[in-house]
């Protein structure tokens, strides 16, 4: 009796191409979890957890310590297992901000970089300029409730910030909140990692 032969044929998995020609920001969903804001004009090319970007965006990078999320932008490459940053690249320079978590960057020819919360890097050619963590008491938050962070935030910006108390009690916000940062850069981070809506009413931001 001659014993079956069976062959497996090993999963090739394509690079995928998606161009966001909208004329505002476009939310994608990759395999993994992982959330990319992708802004206008930008591409990223993935597979599995590997992702070029031409432009800019914003990635909420979903947790797998066994298998880390690189973003590759020109010359430089970003490494990370689980948090939130933002990689902005144009004309040649790469600018990384890292909300929460740890990231390290890296050019080809230079030194890895580890960036802490509330950092930004900005590589143009030979270049790293690294800004350093900027901790006041009303930038850095550590799990706290959406509530207070934004009502930290209605004191800072002197900006009216409304919200129901009851949607939001169980959102949390961790990270460093750089001080070159608009109202409008903050809270579109904080309801993207807490799946919230900004809105804007004349003169009132409404969070939902």
């Known amino acids: 009796m001659m014993a079956s032969l069976q062959t497996h044929v090993a999963r090739t998995v394509e690079w995928k191409v998606y161009r966001n020609e909208l004329h505002q920001k476009d939310t994608i969903l990759l395999p993994d979890g ?16 590997e992702v070029y970007l031409y432009g800019k965006a914003t990635f909420n990078v979903s947790k797998n310590p066994h298998d880390p999320f690189v973003v590759y932008t020109g010359a430089v490459t970003t490494t990370v297992l689980g948090t939130h940053f933002n990689i902005d690249q144009h004309r040649g320079q790469v600018i990384v901000t890292l909300y929460s978590g740890k990231i390290a960057v890296q050019q080809a020819s230079m030194k890895k970089i ?12 030979n270049l790293f300029k690294e800004t350093p963590t900027v901790a006041t008491s009303d930038s850095v938050f550590n799990n706290t409730p959406v509530a207070l962070v934004l009502d930290a935030l209605s004191r800072r910006y002197n900006r009216v910030i409304q919200y129901d108390p009851v949607t939001i009690r169980h959102h949390y916000f961790t990270g460093t909140i750089m001080p070159s940062d608009s109202l409008q850069t903050i809270l579109q981070v904080i309801s993207q990692m807490n799946g919230l809506t900004v809105i804007q009413e004349n003169d009132t931001i409404v969070i939902r």
């Open 34 to 49: 992982t959330t990319v804001y992708l802004y206008k004009n930008g591409s990223i090319r993935y597979k599995e957890r």
């Open 114 to 125: 580890i960036m802490q919360p509330g950092q930004q890097l900005v590589y143009n050619e």
